[in-house]
């Protein structure tokens, strides 16, 4: 764990001082290379690695952008609505792989990210975010942010199967909740 808030340390001083600004809904590609320790038992990368690589890319773009000042600055925060991720072929030890990340839409609370993690052989897996930013113990309206970062779209259309993909979610936990209370 120490790792994760060291390198969002890294990421923040980096975008803060160092790297050049991006729009928010420009795509952010990160190279990386699977190290000795992302990798369970020693030779495929961990499931878990593709979580924290889909954090540090949304990171770099929330303190690369006008989103940090927007958002965190004003003491909003991002947070998860859901998070799922489709694994296609496995990463290998030592092989140079890309996570791409792209906004896929928004609406008046939640915005989709798709995470693309490729190697030179194609796609090794997708992983979808739906989150939003909170703040007094309420999500915010995503308008006002996103247009003063600079954006004059209020909405950018969802994409049908991404919300097909978190649509029973709700109904998922109310379930599970109902059959846990008997």
């Known amino acids: 764990m120490i790792y994760y808030w060291l390198h969002l340390i890294y990421l923040y001083i980096g ?3 160092f790297w050049s600004k991006v729009d928010i ?6 190279h990386r290379r699977v190290s000795l320790f992302d990798c369970d038992a020693l030779k495929y990368m961990a499931n878990s690695r593709y979580f924290y690589y889909m954090d540090f890319i949304r990171f770099e773009k929330l303190f ?14 991002p947070v998860f609505g859901a998070q799922k991720i489709i694994y296609k072929k496995p990463l290998k030890r030592w092989t140079a792989f890309t996570v791409t990340l792209m906004l896929e839409g928004w609406d ?6 798709k995470h693309i993690f490729s190697n030179k052989n194609g796609i090794c897996a997708i992983g979808y975010t739906k989150a939003a930013f909170w703040k007094n113990h309420k999500l915010q309206d995503l308008a006002p942010i ?9 909405e950018k259309k969802i994409p049908s199967e991404i919300v097909h993909l978190f649509e029973n979610d709700q109904q998922l936990l109310k379930h599970k909740i109902k059959n846990n209370s008997k």
């Not at 809904?25 to 990160?30: E, G, M, P, R």
């Not at 690369?64 to 925060?77: A, D, H, I």
């Not at 008046?108 to 990210?113: A, L, M, R, S, T």
């Not at 996103?146 to 209020?154: D, L, R, S």
Request: aromatic fraction near 22%; hydrophobic fraction near 25%; include cysteine.
């Open 64 to 77: 690369r952008s006008k989103l940090y000042e927007n958002s965190f600055k004003k003491g909003m925060y």
């Open 15 to 17: 975008a803060r001082f």
């Open 25 to 30: 809904t420009s795509n952010q590609v990160n």
């Open 108 to 113: 008046e609370k939640w915005y989709y990210h």
């Open 146 to 154: 996103f247009k003063n970062c600079g954006m004059t779209e209020t």
